[in-house]
């Protein structure tokens, strides 16, 4: 898979996003993009000289045909949100992380998702539902 | 009936009882993954749900679980990535290679991602890993448990260990090699059906290869730890013997509140006596080869 360096203006609209919605720039890291993935990487530059990357650092999210951020499922842990963050039950986590869907009246938009112990998600709310965005092959169904 | 080889084995080792310590049950352990939460406040967690945690006398973030109301992996704490279900013994390479942050580090058989993982967290998620495997699928789960981790600064790169072409890049390299699994019978009692020494030889050959290649990927002066969950003296000892022809030095390794048992010499440079090995009775936990050397 070829890993690109985003360069700084698509870096700042990004993070732009992430400070408007969430009160938090990710300024920390380097940003690569593979097709629409976005994936940010603490670790040191890198050339990929002999190497056949398969994932570089964290997968942040994706952009959208018309331009716009959607945040990835994991998101979540590495955003430091200050604001948008909705807490839900233990109930309500488990049963986003088996893949259903959220339902949670209030306004539209990108939430980060926690419960009172630590984040499990991020979901766009729409009408009073979290369309669920965790990866069939990420869903845990056997929750205790 | 146990086979002629396995007998010689225990007899070197001086373990007639091996056979029957390498079948018990053993405890289940979790590390806690530091980039995400304090091992007291995972304890405190957990505890509230009817664990019961006993700490790891030899690390900070380890516990063994004497109690726990499900499986393991099956907890929304594992989800959010607090913890990693992870053997006491599988945590001691990690440990032994001491990696620091903005080291540039190589973990050459990384999937699932137990040990890439705890190298990201002792280097605080700073400095590079190149975590390496050959198939995609090992590289898709390594990214799961990359992702779930927040381990930010590992590469999945997708290559046949042996083949890779490294030339004295990294400050450390872990090769965690694929071996007989004679020190994980416990999850698997069918492995002596399939242990004989032909089944070495043959995994001998690789993890050679796999040795030299993460040796030759070593900077000068730099540290590089290999290490199997077996006990068969030719996949460890005859390695690092190896690996002491090609230049490298064996370094003791220390680690305080662990019991360990020392390589066996046979006809080997008398250096491998500093590798370390680990019998399911010594600490409660799986079967392992640990040796640290220096380029």
Redesign the interface.
């Known amino acids: 898979m070829r890993f690109e360096y985003m360069n700084v203006s698509e870096v700042r609209k990004i993070n732009d996003f992430l400070e408007k919605r969430f009160g938090e720039r990710l300024e920390q890291?380097y940003y690569l993009k593979q097709k629409d993935g976005v994936w940010?990487?603490?670790?040191?530059y890198?050339d990929f000289k002999?190497?056949?990357?398969?994932?570089?650092?964290?997968?942040l999210g994706t952009i959208g045909k018309k331009g716009d951020f959607r945040l990835?499922q994991?998101a979540a842990?590495?955003v430091k949100a200050k604001k948008n963050v909705l807490e839900t039950s233990?109930e309500e986590?488990?049963s986003w992380?088996a893949g259903k869907d959220l339902q949670k009246e209030g306004v539209d938009g990108w939430f980060l998702l926690k419960?009172r112990?630590?984040?499990?998600g991020a979901g766009k709310r729409v009408q009073g539902v979290f369309r669920n965005i965790v990866p069939k092959?990420?869903r845990?169904m056997?929750?205790? | 009936m146990t086979k002629p080889a396995f007998k010689k084995l225990c007899q070197e080792l001086g373990c007639p009882e091996l056979l029957l310590d390498l079948k018990r049950e053993l405890p289940q352990y979790i590390r806690t993954n530091l980039l995400?939460?304090a091992p007291e406040k995972l304890k405190k967690?957990l505890e509230k749900?009817g664990w019961v945690l006993e700490k790891i006398a030899w690390n900070d973030y380890g516990f063994k679980v004497l109690k726990a109301?499900?499986?393991l992996g099956?907890?929304?704490?594992h989800?959010?990535?607090?913890y990693y279900v992870q053997d006491a013994s599988s945590m001691i390479p990690p440990h032994a290679l001491n990696p620091s942050p903005?080291e540039?580090v190589l973990d050459l058989c990384a999937s699932p991602g137990s040990k890439t993982t705890q190298i990201s967290m002792l280097m605080k998620?700073?400095?590079?890993?190149?975590a390496n495997d050959y198939l995609?699928k090992k590289?898709?789960t390594?990214?799961?448990n990359?992702?779930?981790c927040?381990?930010?600064?590992?590469?999945?790169?997708?290559?046949r260990g042996e083949k890779?072409?490294?030339r004295e890049e990294f400050d450390k390299v872990l090769v965690d090699a694929p071996c007989t699994g004679l020190g994980a019978m416990h999850k698997d009692p069918k492995i002596i059906e399939t242990w004989s020494p032909s089944s070495v030889k043959k995994l001998v050959a690789k993890q050679k290869k796999l040795a030299e290649t993460g040796f030759n990927a070593l900077k000068k002066g730099g540290v590089m730890v290999y290490s199997t969950c077996t006990l068969s003296v030719e996949e460890n000892e005859g390695i690092i013997n190896h690996l002491i022809n090609m230049g490298a030095s064996v370094e003791k390794t220390m680690i305080k509140g662990l019991k360990t048992r020392p390589g066996i010499i046979r006809n080997y440079d008398p250096q491998v006596r500093k590798c370390v090995r680990i019998h399911p009775a010594d600490n409660d936990s799986e079967g392992f080869f640990v040796a640290r050397l220096k380029k």
Request: charge should be positive; proline fraction near 4%.
């Open positions: 890291y940010v990487f603490s670790g040191g890198e002999n190497l056949r990357p398969g994932f570089v650092g964290f997968r990835s994991e842990i590495i233990e986590a488990r992380l419960t112990t630590g984040f499990f092959r990420s845990v056997a929750f205790f | 995400l939460i967690i749900k109301p499900c499986k099956n907890t929304l704490e989800a959010m990535g607090f903005d540039r998620a700073r400095g590079t890993i190149i995609p590289i898709v390594l990214l799961r990359v992702q779930r927040r381990a930010a600064n590992v590469i999945g790169n997708l290559s890779t072409v490294f």
